[in-house]
């Protein structure tokens, strides 16, 4: 008889659910992290990716209405962007400029060492580069173009946390965008097989290609949260991350958290909302994370470039919203999807120089490597900018010596 009741009584709060309006539920529809350890609602709602604070699930709005009725609590998850600074950036050359020859199976860049790969090298005549064997570097974007002649070599591992039906799928990085691609690029170009391809600051790295951004940018922070401790559990080295939002996610702190106590470097985009101060997106306003602004070829900061608090807090020291250092970042020559070369510009272009020579110089018989790394990237850098640490260039721009 009790149990009849429950029955019943369960029932009537699951009609009662679905005909609550909308607006009352909050029925928008979308991926929401719910805050529950029982198997009955990770049944009940199908799990995603399972953390600490409970599990994320892409809900329907029955399924709101249903957790707004139990007491579930849930949490709608954060979407971050990747960081292009330049819309009208196009591809170098134009595929409609390509001219197939006999003989020319390939795309080949404007120059194979470009300007920002020569003020990192601190070498105009440099011809190619070199660094990074046995480092891994994880590349958190929108995938890559796994078939690209400067980059195929490099890739050690690809998986894709960005689709619908399955959350993580081992083998899969395909880069529907660019973004990606042009960021693996700028790290670990290796000029291919023929040697006519561009280089990219450290080309003998390993690249952890792990797509987490889908076609349009978007990037789910629990996908981003999923794929940092897989990072840590595949044995990544550094950690590239060239997105931001300026809503901070615990999802995602709480992942950071975990990979830098790790010991993994983590190096993230500052941001494209310059020149007003304080404006760092997260996750690079971490202290724990190395956060990255734009140059250009005058070594100035574009006005775009996202600014730090380095002028409010203790100088010399790295703390939460601070710029820590600049590297190119406006008119980036690398590797596009179409097999060739593009031009972007933005700190997520920015970004990777410093995880290529965080992968270059990483000091692997240190007792903690990620901080020793850390700390010489100190070391080899010159000042730009205002005198000193600065909002918009923190200690400046690190250099091959």
């Not at 291919?192 to 990037?219: Q, R």
């Not at 992942?255 to 993994?264: C, H, I, Q, R």
């Not at 596009?336 to 990483?362: C, D, E, H, Q, V």
């Amino acid at each position: 008889m009790n149990l009849s009741k429950g029955i019943v009584f369960s029932l009537f709060f699951v009609a009662f659910a679905l005909f609550l309006p909308i607006s009352e539920a909050h029925a928008d529809g979308g991926r929401y992290l719910v805050k529950s350890t029982k198997g009955f609602w990770k049944n009940t709602f199908g799990v995603r990716h399972v953390f600490d604070s409970g599990f994320t699930a892409d809900l329907s709005d029955f399924q709101i209405r249903l957790a707004k009725v139990f007491g579930v609590e849930i949490e709608a998850v954060p979407v971050f962007q990747i960081l292009p600074g330049d819309a009208s950036s196009i591809p170098v050359p134009d595929v409609s400029d390509v001219r197939v020859k006999k003989n020319v199976s390939r795309i080949v860049p404007s120059d194979q060492t470009p300007w920002g790969v020569e003020l990192v090298y601190n070498d105009p005549d440099l011809v190619s580069t070199s660094g990074g064997a046995g480092v891994n570097i994880a590349i958190l974007d929108t995938g890559v173009n796994s078939s690209h002649p400067d980059l195929k070599n490099r890739i050690a591992k690809c998986k894709d946390f960005s689709s619908a039906r399955n959350p993580i799928v081992d083998g899969k990085c395909d880069d529907k965008n660019g973004h990606g691609t042009h960021v693996a690029g700028i790290i670990a170009a290796d000029s291919g097989a023929d040697a006519k391809g561009i280089y990219g600051i450290a080309p003998e790295s390993n690249l952890f290609v792990y797509k987490v951004c889908g076609a349009d940018g978007s990037c789910s922070a629990d996908d981003i949260a999923a794929a940092l401790n897989v990072a840590v559990a595949d044995g990544a080295n550094i950690v590239n991350m060239s997105f931001g939002s300026d809503r901070e996610s615990l999802l995602i702190k709480n992942a950071v958290s975990f990979a830098s106590d790790k010991g993994l470097l983590l190096i993230a985009a500052a941001g494209n909302d310059g020149p007003f101060a304080d404006s760092i997106d997260y996750p690079a306003s971490y202290s724990s994370v190395i956060s990255v602004g734009a140059l250009n070829v005058l070594l100035d900061t574009p006005e775009w470039s996202s600014r730090g608090s380095n002028s409010k807090t203790i100088p010399g020291l790295v703390e939460n919203r601070d710029m820590e250092f600049a590297a190119p970042g406006e008119r980036i020559e690398s590797t596009w999807i179409n097999g060739g070369y593009a031009l972007l510009s933005g700190t997520s272009m920015a970004t990777p120089f410093i995880s290529g020579l965080a992968a270059k110089y990483w000091l692997v018989d240190e007792e903690n490597p990620s901080v020793a790394t850390r700390e010489l990237m100190r070391y080899i850098t010159i000042d730009v900018g205002l005198e000193g640490e600065d909002d918009a260039t923190g200690f400046g721009l690190p250099q091959v010596e």
